[in-house]
């Protein structure tokens, strides 16, 4: 039915997940499950550096490849890196590693904030596509960045609701509605979601997907909000294929008024 | 499971659904079975008009009657009237051509705005609650009106989200939460949803159950909305009980950043 | 030049402002003073009580007794009154006391959120008005009770932003606006502003005054404060009087691009 | 008093003006004088291509050279410029013609939207900066770049609040608070300005001052317009060193209820 093609892999699910921060693995597993994710994202630094997170990969191979649609596709991303050099590094020990060329390309220029450095990240996004990545860049909401990545070949851009982990929903709308409408490439939100109106509302505004990691795995219960997410993006993507009525500034009666009583 | 339970009667679907303003018959039960909503709004006042209007109610029972939970609930309401007396007679009428006690209250203070008149709706509860009515009114985000009608004994209390048929969302999140922390019966948001986040948001924010009309029917697809917030009351609600993160106005990793790489 | 009139009584002064919670009472006069207000509240509970208060209208009339306009306007409130009958007896111990048939009525539903009771406020209305009051009532954001107090016979309606003392701003400006563009008396934004913009923006919506307390009063230097607060109600008045620029949802250019370099 | 320094000029006045889009020549000096601006902007395009616009500056100076604090500053502004070389150019014959190294840089990357280019901007700024430029580029509400621009010898930052000429206030107030509490040079909230409130608002945010054009030429009255924005200003600017009172999520009483009647 409504497939989501990025680089030219098909996704059911517009949702996808990230892996840090659960009470336990278990929980992490569940809520995947839940979610009905097949993209997660999952830090390279840390997999690079500790057992645990060497297996998660092998926990989610395990975990998800029973679906009918085979293990959940991995996304690798560059969480931590502070520039372009570093971040190209980073992806290619990932996609040796992890043997998939899919990079979610994360450039910071500030630590505390966690927001992208663009002018790190475009050339990154430059040299990971030119060295044949499938290369999802995290970015601003900045239509003029997001069209210019797009431009240099980045299968879809991700820009942030708000700042990451901090829940706190899609603070420009406009901003995000005026990059998807003018993206040759997919839009999927990425950061800020905090609950499921929040996602939902990204999907309303004519992003392709959403990506979120805190407002699950932060959540008192980890595995329905991941069920409430699954069914926000599905709710606010066919809100926007119904098209929605009008907004109206004064009210407008619903049921006829044609009576006789008391008239 | 999590059965939202008014005057006794238990619901699975906290979506409430109108009947007004469809381009036909067909698409009208055809979003309501979409929907998945067990109680449908009609108005009093044109049912007792027209023949149309009067099989509308043997369409619906023939229609739903073979679903699981038996035929729809009917919920009629007394749109259009501007009095208590006006809205009490017509209760009363609908009782006894509809032989069901419920009834959505509403008396109208202003013939463009559709907007409650609280005096009104107060004594209209009272004299319907003492005659053994179920009455749900329709009112506005006021927490002490909220309060003073579940005090009368109304069944549950319907603050609009905004003007009804305006589709502008929820205008004061914040007055709808305080209605919801604070009341005895049940909070169902009525009159301004425009699209499926404003759904969710409802049920984040406390509410029972959503009921709405015109962001159906006057969608581009009736059908795929009525999915759609379907979907959405589902998401909100579960949020809701799961527990969302808490906002934070500055980032936090949610990718923990202890690696080697480049640092 | 634009003199507000209420009641036969005109204003320059679009700033009304309270009398409670200030460090001390030099404070307040100086915040007043810089406030340039000429109306002030003051409970009439609090004065009854108290030698300090009931010095209070001593104090003003001595502050401000050598001013220009004469000594400050003093709009006595029945701040803690829950019944209409209890209201009704405060404001007439206030005209006695006092001296002066304005009445500030507050008649509150709910003593944690202050909140008004709608059918309370409108009896002790009618009641006031037939015995010769100028009565300004708080309310809340309902185009419709506005309505029903104006025709009444209220002198001004006082709807509120936000709940008293919380400072979240104008939580439904639409509802505002619509209260505005249909009112027959005086709108005085009562309750809820937090900051200087907070009153601007009451005035863009059409407000005719605003009064405010806590803004000030609890304002690290309210002094500095009320004169901000005095900018803001002259800016906002000034906007709302030279018509806004229309919003558009695209760019426009404001500086033309007609040159010849690099075209 | 309150002096706003930049590159070592202090300014009284904390709004600065565009010159284009007014009725007449007349009407845009008119609202200079009212508006109290001690700076006003215009495009380096327009004057070297026209008679008309070559005198604005002359006019300019006799209009204000009488002032107090003399004539006018003027902050010629690359409106128009795509690339950083176009723009770099127009800076050069800018200082040439107008005799002033002050330049609002401008390097655009949307010819719809006129949304900055980042890359190109930083690229522009450097280069300028280093050929002795005083430089305030306009640039979008993103914290990295912001520090970048002042790392690279930015005299301010100049983040937007919404697209140029679109009115429609600051789309992303954390976005600007966040940027205002990090930055080492001044802040001037530039672009989407559209009324009075949201200049102030600005101002509360942390904004060292606000530059505006459309919200001021297209007004209605301008000159009326012009003096709310003056007030506006400053009404943002005390509120912000007043120290505003801490929101609160439930109400407060100002008014103590200590009193005898009806307890």
Not at 6 to 34: C, E, H, K, W
Not at 115 to 132: C, F, H, K, S
Not at 223 to 238: T, W
């Amino acid at each position: 039915g409504d497939l989501l093609v990025i680089a030219g892999r098909g996704f059911s699910s517009r949702l996808f997940l990230g892996t840090a921060g659960y009470p336990n693995q278990q929980v992490m597993l569940d809520a995947l499950a839940a979610s009905g994710s097949e993209l997660v994202t999952l830090a390279i630094r840390r997999i690079s550096l500790d057992g645990y997170s060497e297996s998660l990969v092998d926990v989610l191979a395990r975990a998800t490849g029973g679906r009918a649609g085979g293990p959940v596709g991995l996304l690798p991303n560059t969480a931590g890196c502070l520039t372009a050099k570093e971040a190209v590094l980073t992806a290619q020990l990932s996609r040796e590693a992890l043997e998939t060329p899919w990079i979610k390309l994360e450039v910071i220029g500030d630590r505390d904030l966690l927001y992208p450095d663009v002018e790190e990240l475009l050339r990154a996004t430059e040299e990971l596509v030119n060295d044949g990545f499938v290369v999802l860049p995290y970015c601003n909401d900045d239509p003029v960045t997001c069209r210019k990545l797009a431009d240099l070949g980045a299968a879809a851009v991700m820009p942030l609701g708000a700042f990451i982990g901090s829940g706190m929903g899609i603070r420009n709308p406009h901003a995000i509605e005026t990059i998807c409408a003018r993206s040759p490439v997919p839009v999927v939100l990425d950061a800020g979601i905090g609950t499921a109106s929040d996602a939902a509302r990204a999907m309303e505004l004519g992003c392709s997907a959403v990506l979120l990691n805190t407002a699950v795995s932060k959540a008192r219960d980890p595995v329905r909000m991941a069920a409430a997410m699954r069914d926000a993006v599905a709710a606010g993507r066919a809100a926007r294929q119904a098209g929605r009525m009008p907004m109206r500034a004064f009210a407008e009666p619903s049921s006829p008024q044609l009576g006789l009583i008391g008239s």
